[in-house]
C-alpha cells in the first residue's frame, strides 16, 4: 500500500501562485512516476502534469503548459506542482497519483491516490 498526503491548496486571487505537495509513504521502494490530476464540480477527472522517477520526463495538460511546473524530491518522497498566473478556471480540486513504472498520463493508470486538496482562484 501507498499513502499519499497533499498539502498547499488554498484560496488564491487570480494571477497568484500555489505550490501543492505530495508525500508519499509506505511502499514507495520501486521507481515510480506521480501525476496531478483535477476535478472540478460538475466535470470528469483531467489530468494536469506528471513526472517520471528521474525527474527527466515531465508532461503537462495544455491549460496548465507554461504556467506550472512538476518536481521531485525523492529523498523526501515528495511530488511538488508549482502553479503560477493563476486563473478562475483552475479552480478545482487537485489529486496527486502514484504509478509503478513509467510516467502515464491516464488516470486508470495510476495505482494510488491522496485525497485531494482545495484550490480557489478568485477572480
Known amino acids: 500500500q501507498v499513502q499519499l498526503v497533499e498539502s498547499g491548496g488554498g484560496l488564491v486571487q487570480a494571477g497568484g501562485s500555489l505550490r501543492l505537495s505530495c508525500a508519499a509513504s509506505?511502499?514507495?521502494?520501486?521507481?515510480?512516476?506521480m501525476g496531478w490530476f483535477r476535478q472540478a464540480p460538475g466535470k470528469e477527472r483531467e489530468f494536469v502534469a506528471a513526472?517520471?522517477?528521474?525527474?527527466?520526463?515531465?508532461y503537462y495538460a495544455d491549460s496548465v503548459k507554461g504556467r506550472s511546473t512538476i518536481s521531485r524530491d525523492n529523498t523526501k518522497n515528495t511530488v511538488y506542482l508549482q502553479m503560477n498566473s493563476l486563473k478562475p478556471e483552475d479552480t478545482a480540486v487537485y489529486y496527486c497519483?502514484?504509478?509503478?513504472?513509467?510516467?502515464?498520463?491516464?488516470?486508470?493508470?495510476?495505482?494510488?491516490w491522496g485525497q485531494g486538496t482545495q484550490v480557489t482562484v478568485s477572480s
Open positions: 509506505g511502499r514507495t521502494f520501486s521507481s515510480y512516476a
Open positions: 513526472i517520471s522517477w528521474s525527474g527527466d520526463s515531465t
Open positions: 497519483a502514484f504509478h509503478y513504472g513509467r510516467v502515464v498520463t491516464s488516470p486508470p493508470l495510476y495505482d494510488y
